[in-house]
């Protein structure tokens, strides 16, 4: 069956406003940036996140609006921003519903969801604040239809009488979109290096989209069966990709785009240009009270300039990647046997 399509039709069709949703990839590696860039410029919204180690991707979904719920362990893109600085500011507003598992337990989670159960009994974050603390309260819970009603509760091992584990709930996913290094247009992928959570999120979602470095055969997908990660069953829509994970790396394709990377960095600092004026006299106020010298940056791109710059003012991907320009893109190949580009 041949389910491959444009990636702006497999968005339309299969991403809907308030579905559960998890993005593949960890943090700067194989990020579904691509897809993020189409949802962003479709509109949907309302999403209950599931989002594993997250970073540019659901920041930027959380910059614009479109979260109602975000579960995850951490959100940074490691190496450049220690915290998600739209994430992180949205928390200290307010304005993010906002629950946090601990990385073992919800890569668990979404083995679990994988796998049918109901929930999961573990004997993780046990003693710890993740247990003492919600992020999101029992009574805010029941008002969210696609967030469970606990964090999670204390069970009895039947095994072991009078001990108690933990017991947390599986994500019911929706939608999970994923990138990979190639697919065949049955929807069979393979996944070159880490698989991280993608195979998981993968098999446990009702709709998956996959974007592809390169779409091959499904004859060549047969050559080497062992090779294969996501079998076609579980895939809804193929898309063909190039570059799909940019700024992020993919893993023996290229590497991460160091400057693109420190552009958001710097960018996401403020997420307009009254933002930015209100941090800014706020700097300068600090260092004037302690006596230091202070030199205010001259008209500072924002968040919502960085957006407009790489996602909004490109119709499509492809668009993306004529501005981006083949020479930057060539300079981010990896070098065979390396597995790093050549800097």
């Known amino acids: 069956m041949n389910k491959v399509m444009s990636l702006h039709d497999a ?36 999403f209950t996140v599931w989002a594993g180690p997250a970073g540019g991707d659901w920041d930027m979904m959380i910059g614009e609006g479109r979260v109602k719920a975000y579960i995850n362990c ?30 073992d337990v919800l890569m668990l989670q979404l083995h679990a969801a994988s796998l049918g159960l109901p929930f999961l009994p573990v004997r993780l974050m046990q003693g710890s604040g993740l247990t003492d603390f919600w992020g999101i309260s029992e009574e805010t819970r029941k008002t969210l239809d696609k967030v469970d009603d606990l964090k999670f509760a204390y069970v009895d091992n039947p095994f072991n009488p009078g001990e ?26 393979i996944i070159e290096g880490d698989e991280f959570h993608d195979v998981d999120v993968a ?10 470095e390169e779409l091959v055969s499904d004859e060549y997908i047969r050559r080497d069966p062992t090779l294969t990660k996501v079998f076609g069953e579980c895939v809804s829509a193929v898309c063909h990709v190039p570059f799909g994970a940019w700024p992020s790396q993919c893993y023996n394709y290229y590497d991460c785009d160091d400057a693109a990377m420190k552009e958001y960095d710097k960018a996401s600092k403020y997420q307009d240009k009254d933002d930015a004026e209100k941090q800014i006299a706020k700097e300068a106020e600090k260092a004037a009270k302690k006596g ?6 001259v008209n500072p791109e924002t968040f919502k300039d960085y957006l407009e710059k790489w996602v909004y003012s490109c119709k499509d991907n492809d668009e993306l990647l004529d501005k981006i320009g083949g020479s930057r893109l060539t300079k981010l190949k990896v070098v065979p046997g390396l597995g790093y580009a050549k800097r």
């Not at 108690?164 to 992928?189: F, M, Y």
Request: charged share 20%.
């Open 164 to 189: 108690k584990v933990v017991a947390v709930p599986t994500p019911k996913l929706d939608t999970a979109i994923i990138h990979v290094q190639k697919a065949s247009p049955d929807g069979t992928c």
């Open 74 to 103: 951490y959100t940074a893109n490691s190496g450049y921003t220690n915290v998600s600085r739209r994430f992180r500011a949205a928390i200290e507003a307010g304005k993010l519903t906002y629950e946090d598992y601990s990385q």
């Open 203 to 212: 098999v446990a979602a009702k709709k998956v989209i996959v974007t592809c």
């Open 292 to 297: 230091l010298p202070y030199t205010a940056p």
């Open 11 to 46: 968005v339309a069709k299969y991403v809907e406003s308030g579905d559960s949703i998890c993005f593949g990839g960890f943090t700067t590696n194989r990020k579904p940036y691509a897809a993020v860039g189409e949802i962003l410029r479709q509109g949907q919204t309302d």
